[in-house]
């Protein structure tokens, strides 16, 4: 069964906003089928329940961390504690990955300095640090432990081949894309300008100029149909 924290960032029928408005509905998402399509796949591939909530846990408890928020501590060190609101996250976040509740708190608003003059070398020093850097630190935490999660479903996946030593192998392929915002600053615009030309390029080079020649040599592939972006170019 799921611990008690892991739901905490799932939307729950037992929520005021859910009994008053209902869930969130979308006509072009399904999230339910999404997600069964998507445990399917998983099994597929050889994962089995414990690790499928293994997976499961690590993203929860990134979307926790990511909760989580600091405050001045208004003494002379200049450091920052966490948020009384937040407590709750970083205990859930503790849980979830593995981690004592208190060697997580400390490494948030804490950083290690060696020293390397004075003193005995070597000595461990922990400097507080203060709130933008600890935001930092968090973002940072959160995206190694994302980015390591995500390494291994792509590594869990390449092992479904049946062979010892194959040639075939699952790449992905992360094409750029841009953010919309309710007001978009020029930066902003020319950011989705230059994801609108890199998408351009891939669809001619990896689509259309490809297509082209397995038509012109009678491959008889079927064709990849795709949204050409020269108008919003």
């Not at 092992?159 to 750029?176: E, K, T, Y």
């Not at 890199?198 to 038509?215: A, P």
Request: glycine residues 8%; proline residues 3%; charged residues 25%.
């Amino acid at each position: 069964c799921l611990p008690e924290c892991l739901p905490e960032c799932l939307p729950v029928s037992s929520r005021p906003q859910h009994v008053k408005a209902g869930p969130l509905k979308d006509p072009l998402l399904d999230d339910q089928g999404d997600f069964n399509r998507m445990s399917g796949a998983m099994k597929k591939i050889g994962l089995d329940d414990s690790e499928k909530l293994d997976l499961f846990r690590v993203v929860a408890g990134v979307l926790h961390l990511g909760n989580v928020d600091f405050e001045e501590t208004g003494s002379t060190s200049g450091g920052c504690t966490i948020r009384k609101q937040s407590s709750q996250c970083v205990e859930h976040c503790a849980e979830l990955l593995g981690l004592e509740d208190d060697d997580l708190r400390v490494s948030l608003t804490s950083r290690v300095m060696l020293t390397t003059a004075g003193g005995a070398k070597g000595t461990v020093i922990k400097v507080p640090l203060k709130v933008e850097q600890a935001n930092n630190a968090r973002d940072a935490l959160a995206k190694a432990v994302y980015s390591r999660l995500f390494d291994h479903v792509v590594t869990r996946a390449n092992q479904c081949f049946p062979f010892q030593s194959s040639a075939n192998f699952i790449g992905v392929l992360d094409i750029a894309g841009f953010e919309y915002f309710e007001h978009n600053s020029f930066e902003q615009f020319c950011i989705n300008y230059c994801n609108e030309k890199l998408q351009q390029f891939f669809n001619e080079r990896i689509l259309k100029e490809e297509q082209e020649l397995y038509h012109r040599e009678g491959l008889g592939v079927n064709e990849v149909h795709y949204v050409d972006n020269q108008d919003c170019i």
